[in-house]
C-alpha cells in the first residue's frame, strides 16, 4: 500500500521519533556502543525511513531493526506483518494526535 504524499511527512516524522527513540534506549549494546556509533547508526536509520513510500517499506525497516522491539510487540501487535506494521503506524499517529490535544489543553488553562 503506498503512502499518499500528504501523509508521508506525518509518518515520517512520528517513525522517525519512535525509532530514534527504540535505538538509542534499547540499541545500547546491542546496535552500537559509543555516541559515534549511535550517531551513523541514527543518521542511516533516518535516511532509511525518509525513503520509505509504502507500508511494505516501513515494514522492511522494522525487520531490519527488529531488535528494537520487545517481545510482546512482537508477538502480541506480529510487528513483523505488513498488518503489524500498519497497527503500529496507526498507534504511533493516533499517540501523536493524543499528544497534541493535552497541549492544546494546557495552554487553553493557562492562556
Do not use: C, W
Amino acid at each position: 500500500m503506498k503512502i499518499n504524499n500528504d501523509n508521508k511527512k506525518a509518518i515520517h516524522d512520528v517513525l522517525i521519533t519512535d525509532m530514534q527513540k527504540r535505538l538509542y534506549e534499547d540499541g545500547k549494546g546491542i546496535m552500537f556502543t559509543n555516541d559515534n556509533e549511535y550517531a551513523m547508526m541514527l543518521e542511516t536509520l533516518v535516511e532509511t525511513i525518509l525513503h520509505t513510500n509504502s507500508i511494505a517499506d516501513i515494514n522492511d525497516v522494522v525487520i531490519e531493526y527488529g531488535e528494537l522491539f520487545n517481545e510482546p510487540m512482537t508477538v502480541d501487535t506480529n510487528i513483523f506483518t505488513i498488518e503489524g506494521t500498519m497497527n503500529y503506524i496507526i498507534g504511533l499517529l493516533l499517540s501523536e494526535i493524543q499528544s497534541l490535544e493535552q497541549a492544546y489543553e494546557f495552554n487553553d488553562m493557562f492562556n
